[in-house]
């Protein structure tokens, strides 16, 4: 992302308002490409999975896009969400966004709800406008400064990334409001935006949607090194250190409470929460804000950090914290890391063992903007919500996703946001990687090594700003060959369900074909290369 977040979002969705009517292999040492490769004959074919009544639903959903049609949308208008489950339903919150800016007007931090992760019931806002503190705080801080500046009757608000956790027997959420407005003036060329706040609702029970406001967490607060005042359009020196949006919660095994927040101005922050009252005891001082755990680059010469979403757990298995960031701009180049700690506070480590803590480069990466055949792709993908099914202890992916740029046939087809939820399954060393399909329910079958002979599409998810990777053609052959648009083998072992093609070990998993002009059972595999790029495939025939 080139621009902040207080910016480029805002642009973004003003964007919306604008809207009037609605080839590689999995390893990067394999043998050359066949310049005229002949399909194999395929022996022992796999065994043919039973008819299953998976989801049918149009990816472009511009037809029922709006107010009225919502109780159709499904996955439609999903940015930023955070999922939680209470009782039979997992309950999904959201950033204020939506096509044709439908849902303006009615509230704030829409959520739905849905008792199988596939069909999803819109449920409407859990917030109906700015809690007065809000107001309040912005104008008491705007007064304390030096020189002290008037007072905004009427704050611009935006309503962005909720994070919803339960704790103990309450479920809180962390909401992110950003007053819009230039801190002074009313150009945002020469005037940073102003705060973003951190609020904390809390409820005894999702289905009651009745949230009781606990007030303000904690604020975007300048640290002095920069001014409010920007040299144009191009001077990116955040004048707050750490930006007050985008919070995840984690409790340690241990019972410690820390939020992670902040969005490109000087990397993501850890700030130490009392746990009686999910606040910090203090913010007298810059350092009660929270201590920095990752970055992109040198936060001393550069603040301004491409890098923003943070979410972050902890899985017991494998005693390591992840912490998962949003790289870049949010409408097409958006793509999501991951790095990990023993400790919350870090260092937060890559792949390669490299600290993003001090600033080095997120790797693996686990989506990309990407495209199967026959199907436009997806792009924006990031800002995610990692969650698990508390009975069988499945993790999950959460995230947006947009179809691209000029999508013949779809007005602003950037602007359609579907929301995505996919499996995750664990690398034998301990890393999270992302299912090439969205999730469908889909039974599990007995998968041996007939099933993969046959034709997949393969990507390999080179790190590319804005630019769509896109799948190429492999043959599985019954000799353990792999040919077509790659030459290599392949070799499956069937107790862990992982399958090695040309040297990447990827985990298997039946799955739903949503790019298939008749949407169909299939299997898929997902793994990453040694410096942490995504190889995705599925089985076509």
């Not at 008792?115 to 019931?121: G, H, M, P, Q, R």
Request: aromatic share 12%.
């Amino acid at each position: 992302m080139k621009k902040s977040k207080y910016i480029i979002k805002i642009a973004s969705y003003l964007g919306l308002l604008l809207f009037v009517f609605a080839a590689v292999s999995c390893s990067k040492d394999d043998p050359a490409t066949n310049e005229n490769p002949d399909p194999p004959v395929v022996v022992d074919p796999p065994v043919v999975t039973p008819a299953f009544p998976g989801p049918t639903y149009a990816d472009n959903y511009t037809s029922l896009s709006g107010w009225g049609s919502r109780a159709q949308w499904n996955l439609a208008n999903v940015h930023d969400p955070s999922v939680e489950k209470s009782g039979d339903y997992y309950y999904m919150y959201q950033t204020d966004a939506s096509y044709g800016n439908a849902t303006d007007g009615h509230g704030h931090f829409f959520y739905r709800r849905s008792k199988d992760l596939i069909n999803w019931e819109f449920m409407g806002p859990s917030m109906t406008e700015a809690p007065a503190w809000v107001k309040d705080s912005l104008n008491n801080k705007r007064a304390r400064m030096s020189p002290a500046l008037p007072p905004i009757t009427n704050p611009n608000y935006g309503y962005w990334a909720p994070c919803v956790r339960k704790v103990g027997n309450i479920y809180r959420m962390y909401y992110s409001i950003v007053v819009t407005n230039p801190i002074v003036g009313t150009d945002t060329n020469t005037s940073w935006t102003e705060r973003a706040f951190i609020g904390l609702a809390e409820t005894t029970d999702l289905a009651s949607n009745n949230w009781v406001d606990k007030g303000m967490v904690v604020c975007s607060e300048p640290d002095g090194v920069k001014s409010y005042v920007r040299n144009g359009g191009n001077d990116w020196d955040a004048y707050f250190k750490f930006n007050a949006i985008d919070p995840s919660f984690i409790q340690t095994p241990e019972g410690d409470q820390y939020l992670i927040y902040g969005s490109w101005h000087s990397g993501i922050a850890a700030l130490k929460l009392n746990p009686a009252t999910g606040k910090p005891d203090k913010l007298k001082t810059i350092d009660d804000y929270g201590v920095r755990i990752a970055g992109r680059g040198n936060v001393n010469s550069n603040r301004w950090q491409a890098l923003e979403g943070p979410e972050i757990i902890y899985n017991p298995e494998t005693q390591y914290y992840y912490l998962f960031l949003a790289y870049d701009e949010l409408s097409v180049a958006y793509n999501t890391r991951v790095a990990r700690s023993k400790s919350i506070l870090g260092p937060y480590q890559t792949i390669t063992g490299t600290s993003i803590t001090n600033g080095a480069d997120c790797f693996p990466m686990l989506t990309h903007p990407y495209s199967f055949k026959n199907h436009t792709g997806w792009v924006g993908i990031s800002h995610c919500g990692i969650f698990q099914n508390p009975e069988n202890k499945q993790w999950y992916y959460a995230s947006q996703a947009r179809l691209p740029e000029g999508v013949p046939g779809i007005a602003v087809s950037n602007a359609v946001m579907m929301g995505h939820v996919r499996g995750i399954q664990w690398t034998e060393d301990g890393w999270p990687v992302v299912e090439a399909e969205r999730y469908a329910g889909v039974p599990a079958t007995t998968i041996s090594e007939a099933s993969f002979i046959g034709t997949w599409e393969q990507i390999t998810m080179n790190y590319q700003y804005k630019t769509i990777q896109k799948s190429i053609t492999v043959y599985l052959t019954a000799d353990k060959k792999v040919s077509g648009d790659a030459n290599g083998t392949w070799s499956y072992d069937s107790a862990k369900k992982i399958l090695t093609i040309n040297g990447v070990k990827c985990n298997v998993t039946d799955a739903w074909d949503w790019e298939s002009a008749t949407r169909k059972v299939t299997l898929s595999y997902s793994g990453l290369t040694a410096g942490g790029l995504p190889v995705w495939g599925k089985k076509i025939n």
